[in-house]
């Protein structure tokens, strides 16, 4: 599956676990630029206010990523696609994490991922492994589905450029000096 066409005007933030997307994205916000969240940890946010705790969330893994996947979706819906947009992670970043949780893609992530534009996408470097409240991940997790998120996004023929290990302001500006 290829991506057909780039009619939008939106710049996505991705690569695995604990590489500097959402330090990157809050800070292009400062900037003034337009932006999302990340959905994952969202999600998982909505969820233990329900009183599920991350393990329970975590544990059904298909109803998270669908989850996850839902409000991608609907978020990527209502965003003009002539206005410059920063994503923290898109639609394709679901079928590394299927792939890593060795799920079968259903109808509404290809169906997505077909529909998907992005003018570019901007994969950061892996950085050192944190853990935090939401991640249920290791380091060697977050080996795998950094490459699958490279793979992933490569097959389907997005224009790629990696971000280097830098100071978050200097990953910041090398990314504003790559966008066309």
Not at 65 to 77: F, K, N, R, W
Not at 118 to 135: E, G, M, Q, V
Request: aromatic content about 10%; charged content about 30%.
């Amino acid at each position: 599956m290829k991506a057909k066409n780039r009619n939008t005007n939106w710049y996505v933030v991705t690569g695995g676990p604990s590489t500097g997307k959402t330090t990157v994205i809050n800070m292009l916000e400062k900037r003034g630029y337009k932006t999302t969240i990340e959905h994952a940890r969202h999600y998982i946010d909505t969820m233990r206010i329900e009183g599920q705790t991350v393990e329970d969330i975590r544990n059904n893994k298909r109803k998270f990523q669908l989850g996850v996947l839902d409000m991608q979706i609907e978020q990527e819906a209502v965003i003009s696609p002539k206005e410059l947009f920063f994503l923290d992670r898109a639609i394709p970043d679901a079928m590394a994490y299927y792939q890593f949780l060795n799920l079968d893609y259903d109808e509404k992530l290809l169906n997505a991922v077909k529909k998907a534009s992005y003018k570019k996408i901007f994969i950061l470097d892996r950085l050192p492994f944190t853990k935090d409240y939401a991640r249920t991940e290791d380091e060697d997790d977050q080996k795998k589905i950094h490459q699958l998120i490279i793979d992933v996004y490569t097959s389907l023929g997005f224009p790629i450029v990696t971000v280097p290990v830098l100071p978050p302001r200097e990953r910041v500006e090398f990314i504003l000096n790559n966008i066309s």
